[in-house]
């Protein structure tokens, strides 16, 4: 019954980079996991090694997994029990090959008053990067140039998954990007 119990408020570290962020369109599902007690702002952060950061289809932006290339990705920290991470998963369409939830090395802030014990503290967590099967493909498209953060200048063409055009899924959008000229 204990492990039970510890298992069921055991919380995994997530490190969120762009539409989850305070401030942008995603963080309502942050703030609902939040009000429910499965998710806890931990710190801002960044993380310890560099990282392709990119927009895609719609501005959505795209982690990609290929340490050492791009700069330090800024982003937040959330501690998230298992149910929280479901929903994200969902989100991030994990089962649906958008997107794979993999671990990162992310470096703690103590700025804004996170409880991390002080900068320069690294971590381990868990972030959502673009799926392998296009993320190659994705870097090539952004001129093999990343972002260090996801800011509303970027966020400005963002367009809310109910917006966009139903009639294809969201890797059929990717493909379209992937293969565009503009």
Same mark, same amino acid.
């Given at each position: ?5 510890? #298992?069921? /408020? ?7 980079? &762009? +539409?989850?962020?305070? @401030?942008?369109?995603?963080? +309502? ?9 499965? !998710?806890?702002?931990?710190? %801002?952060?960044?993380? =310890? ?17 290929? =340490? ?5 990705? /800024?982003? #937040?920290?959330? !501690?998230?029990? *298992?149910? &929280? ?6 989100? #991030? @369409? /994990? ?8 671990? $990162? %090395? ?6 804004? @008053?996170?409880?991390? &014990?002080?900068? @320069? ?5 868990? =972030?959502?990067? !673009? ?23 970027? *966020? ?17 959008? $990717? ?8």
């Amino acid at each position: 019954m204990v492990a039970e119990k510890e #298992e069921s /408020t055991k919380k995994s570290l997530v490190f969120t980079y &762009g +539409t989850l962020k305070r @401030g942008f369109s995603n963080h +309502t599902l942050m703030q609902d996991l939040i009000r429910t007690g499965d !998710a806890t702002f931990v710190s %801002t952060c960044r993380t =310890a090694e560099n990282y392709p950061l990119v927009c895609g289809p719609y501005r959505v932006p795209f982690l990609l997994n290929m =340490a050492g290339s791009g700069q330090p990705v /800024t982003g #937040e920290l959330y !501690a998230v029990s *298992a149910s &929280g991470l479901a929903r994200l998963d969902e989100l #991030e @369409g /994990t089962t649906r090959g958008h997107y794979e939830r993999l671990s $990162i %090395t992310v470096e703690l802030d103590n700025a804004d @008053g996170g409880s991390c &014990g002080g900068e @320069g503290v690294t971590s381990a967590a868990e =972030a959502y990067y !673009a799926h392998e099967s296009y993320a190659a493909e994705m870097w090539k498209r952004n001129g093999m140039k990343g972002l260090n953060v996801y800011s509303e200048k970027e *966020a400005k063409g963002y367009v809310k998954r109910k917006d966009r055009p139903h009639n294809l899924t969201f890797l059929d959008h $990717i493909q379209l990007f992937l293969h565009s000229q503009d």
